[in-house]
């Protein structure tokens, strides 16, 4: 109910400032006064507080809580987590991103199926998932940490190898890559700027306001979902949740923005 309200007024908001005439210098400021705005009345707090809960709540075979998750910091220990991840886990032997990283925790420490902690990654308005709302929740502990992702680990390397692959590979019916629409200064889609991804200057800032609530449909939004989203933009198969290639090309964006402070849950149009 209040994300609805919310998103009405943002969005009668935002169609003030598309209707008045602007000058292309003042187009940015225009723009950054409509973020400004949309970041007010965001609900992505109620987000954080409601996945404190899930974090808290046991469940599963095994009558667990999160609390003892490992994000790469320790047991427990979420300050700055999200800051330093995608990373290698000795335990599995893998580069995990968050999503997979808490989906591992939900198996280990509650003893659930995979495919039944998978089933419903992605909610909608009426039922956010369950992932949507523990992302808000571990990403708001790392509000204000530099993003540190490092490639030291030889399987971290490779990863972030494989994801500036990943990031220039054109296929499917259109021939698309990302770098087809995020790889060239200044481009837009409608009103929408394209950031440039594969440059620090765009990255930065674009990947520090990730995990998103958006404002169009009322929903909390991964960095999954975010990169799925494009790949539907593009023809592509839809990637599996979790995969090396998803986690790939997280790396190369995470490595893209270092050194920016970490700046979610954002808001988004
Ligand atoms: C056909 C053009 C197109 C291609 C190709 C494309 N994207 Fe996008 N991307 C978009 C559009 C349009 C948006 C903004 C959508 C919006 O504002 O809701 C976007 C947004 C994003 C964002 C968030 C930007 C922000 O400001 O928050 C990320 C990250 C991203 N894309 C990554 C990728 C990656 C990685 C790929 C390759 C797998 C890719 N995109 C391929 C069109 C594209």
């Known amino acids: 109910m209040l994300a609805l309200r919310t998103s009405a007024v943002l969005a009668a908001a935002a169609l003030a400032i598309a209707a008045a005439p602007v000058h292309a210098q003042d187009e940015k400021k225009e723009i950054e006064k409509y973020q400004k705005m949309l970041a007010e009345g965001s609900p992505v707090e109620l987000f954080e507080l409601e996945g404190a809960d899930l974090w808290k709540k046991k469940q599963g075979p095994k009558n667990e809580s999160l609390e003892k998750c490992d994000l790469g910091m320790g047991p427990g220990v979420l300050k700055g987590a999200y800051a330093h991840l995608p990373r290698y886990f000795a335990d599995t032997g893998r580069v995990m991103d968050l999503e997979s990283r808490l989906v591992h925790c939900m198996v280990t420490l509650q003893g659930r199926d995979y495919k039944e902690a998978t089933k419903r990654v992605f909610g909608n308005a009426d039922k956010p998932s369950e992932l949507e709302y523990l992302a808000a929740y571990v990403v708001g502990k790392s509000r204000g940490v530099k993003i540190a992702v490092s490639t030291r680990n030889p399987k971290a390397k490779a990863a972030y190898e494989l994801g500036r692959q990943l990031f220039h590979y054109r296929a499917g019916p259109w021939d698309f890559s990302c770098a087809s629409c995020h790889g060239v200064a200044g481009k837009r889609i409608r009103m929408q700027s394209l950031p440039l991804l594969d440059k620090p200057s765009g990255a930065r ?65």
């Not at 960095?223 to 949740?241: S, V």
């Not at 290639?245 to 270092?258: D, I, K, S």
């Open 205 to 269: 800032r674009t990947y520090a306001t990730w995990p998103a609530y958006r404002v169009s449909n009322s929903q909390m939004k991964t960095f999954q979902w975010r990169l799925n989203d494009c790949y539907r933009q593009m023809r592509f198969p839809e990637p599996t949740f979790g995969s090396d290639a998803t986690v790939a090309l997280t790396m190369f964006l995470a490595v893209t923005a270092n050194g920016e402070p970490y700046d979610g849950p954002g808001t988004k149009r």
